[in-house]
């Protein structure tokens, strides 16, 4: 179950491509160029796949990841389009909650839904914003045991949030 949740924290940016000499330099400039707060006690960085950031915390068996995608790569839409193409493939039906916020001064929206992964029942938790010409997402997915008991880290690692130049 451990394996499968980083596994599944990790597949939203599975398709991104590291920044290369080819690369423009305005997108390797911009890409993953931001903050967050760390998650605090139980939580470990871990390899990252494909995402900018991404955590691990053993007990709760839940992952936390950050990715960015800019200029050229970058995915303009409606936020809740936006999410709804992160989450896809582990998402499952409506949205338990969703809410509007505000994060580094641009809108940004917040869903839980119950997912599947695998066969396992996951619950998840996703955050998109757009700024500069970048698309920001984040996400939580843990246990629907253990759900609720990191939300508040993920809003907390979300809220800290900034953006570093352009």
């Known amino acids: 179950m451990t394996s499968l949740l980083l596994l599944a924290a990790l597949m939203g940016c599975g398709a991104k491509k590291a920044p290369t000499e080819s690369t423009p330099a305005r997108v390797r400039k911009s890409e993953g160029r931001y903050t967050v707060h760390q998650p605090g006690d139980g939580w470990a960085r871990v390899s990252s796949g494909g995402a900018d950031k991404a955590w ?38 409506e949205p338990i909650r969703e809410q509007a916020m505000q994060i580094d001064g641009r809108a940004a929206l917040a869903r839980v839904q119950a997912g599947m992964l695998d066969g396992v029942k996951v ?41 570093l130049g352009k």
């Open 56 to 93: 691990f915390h053993k007990q709760s068996s839940a992952a936390i990841y950050f990715d960015s995608n800019c200029q050229d790569r970058f995915e303009d839409g409606k936020l809740s389009a936006l999410l709804t193409h992160l989450t896809f493939g582990i998402a499952r039906g």
């Open 123 to 163: 619950k998840l938790g996703a955050v998109v914003t757009k700024k500069n010409g970048c698309l920001y997402d984040a996400l939580l997915i843990a246990p629907p045991s253990t759900f609720e008991s990191q939300w508040s880290t993920f809003v907390e690692v979300v809220s800290g949030f900034k953006t």
